[in-house]
């Protein structure tokens, strides 16, 4: 098989070299040399040479290539140096840097694997105690409790939406409309989705935003990320009567949404590994509800559509959740010129909309 594998290599070179040694005969010929012996003593001569040659060659490239004919038993093969030639040594770097593309790329789909297996372990696992909830209150006599049951299926919704944006998060790109974005309706629409939360837990949202913020973003998934704030906002705030206070604010021309809450504050321990998957800390144990994802997803979100998140606790006083939303460049990156034109608009008025969200 080896020595199959160089002849078809090498035919080209052979047949090559043939011509060569019977074009030269022919002008020797044509210039009147006859001699016989002489052409074939050249022809045996040229032909010795040129076997062995080959024959070096072959003995060169042999370990190679029984390298290239064996077959593989793991993926550190392509990492052994058996190259003798520059070109066989350029083909194992190349290998070599492929081998080390496919262990990233297994890395990442390893990594992204296991954490949506373990979150839907513990997703799960929280589900039990609403569903548990609820069919306490199907088996109770006389009119069942609307109020305790629909606080269950908030619970429901909540943790599906989580799930729902996990498995869609590797998959970013292709759900990402980005538009501009009025900050003040926004949150008052995820307010309005919680304030069932907000009357059970006795909290208060306080909104500070003037209509003039506007943001390139993308609605659906900052809704997403805005809620998980609230959520821990409320869940974190265990007396009654507290606010979460929202607001907007205008940083060196950059636009600033912070949601600030009253609650037991994150101990300073635990603030460095808030934004990391599966990290419930010391509050997640207290509550026992703590996915550990919902901090991590929103810093994904987040990251993904360009803009900074942050967190500042201090225990006992509060904690607050910062949305940077950067320079507005990319304000309709997600509209064409074409589109432009169709929609009756030029890049500066684009430009002077995205100007009023700071001013």
């Known amino acids: 098989m080896k020595l199959r594998l160089f002849v078809k290599e090498h035919a080209a070179y052979l047949i090559f070299q043939l011509i060569m040694v019977l074009f030269i005969m022919l002008l020797y010929w044509l210039d009147g040399f006859r001699n016989a012996d002489t052409a074939i003593y050249s022809v045996v001569i040229s032909t010795l040479l040129i076997l062995s040659f080959l024959f070096g060659r072959f003995v060169k490239r042999y370990a190679f290539y029984q390298k290239l004919l064996s077959t593989p038993k793991e993926m550190e093969a392509a990492l052994q140096h058996d190259a003798k030639s520059p070109e066989q040594q350029q083909v194992e770097e190349y290998l070599q840097g492929l081998y080390k593309l496919y262990q990233n790329e297994v890395q990442a789909l390893y990594a992204n694997q296991h954490r949506h297996l373990q979150f839907m372990n513990q997703w799960v696992h929280q589900m039990k105690t609403p569903l548990s909830v609820v069919e306490l209150l199907l088996q109770e006599d006389g009119n069942v409790d609307k109020r305790s049951m629909q606080e269950e299926i908030d619970r429901l919704k909540r943790g599906l939406d989580s799930v729902l944006m996990n498995a869609r998060l590797d998959t970013f790109e292709q759900d990402m409309q980005i538009e501009q974005v009025h900050l003040k309706t926004l949150v008052s629409e995820v307010v309005s989705e919680h304030k069932r939360l907000f009357i059970t837990h006795h909290v208060y949202p306080v909104i500070s935003i003037d209509e003039k913020y506007i943001v390139p973003t993308d609605a659906k998934w900052m809704k997403f990320v805005i809620g998980q704030f609230i959520t821990n906002a409320v869940?974190?705030?265990?007396?009654?009567?507290?606010?979460?206070?929202?607001q907007v604010d205008c940083l060196e021309g950059q636009v600033l949404l912070t949601?600030?809450?009253?609650?037991?504050?994150?101990?300073?321990?635990?603030?460095?590994?808030?934004?990391?998957?599966?990290?419930?800390?010391?509050?997640?144990?207290?509550?026992?509800?703590?996915?550990?994802?919902?901090?991590?997803?929103?810093?994904?979100?987040?990251?993904?559509?360009?803009?900074?998140?942050?967190v500042v606790s201090e225990q006992g006083i509060g904690t607050?959740?910062?949305?940077?939303?950067?320079?507005?460049?990319?304000?309709?990156?997600?509209?064409?010129?074409?589109?432009?034109?169709?929609?009756?608009?030029?890049?500066?008025?684009?430009?002077?909309?995205?100007?009023?969200s700071c001013n």
């Open 235 to 246: 869940k974190y705030t265990f007396e009654e009567g507290k606010k979460i206070h929202i």
């Open 259 to 310: 949601v600030r809450d009253e609650g037991i504050g994150i101990p300073s321990t635990d603030l460095p590994r808030v934004m990391k998957a599966f990290f419930t800390g010391e509050n997640g144990r207290k509550t026992g509800e703590s996915t550990g994802m919902g901090l991590y997803l929103a810093n994904e979100i987040c990251g993904k559509l360009g803009h900074e998140m942050s």
């Open 320 to 356: 607050t959740v910062s949305v940077l939303f950067h320079n507005h460049e990319g304000a309709k990156r997600g509209e064409t010129e074409d589109e432009h034109i169709e929609n009756g608009r030029s890049d500066e008025s684009v430009r002077r909309e995205s100007d009023t």
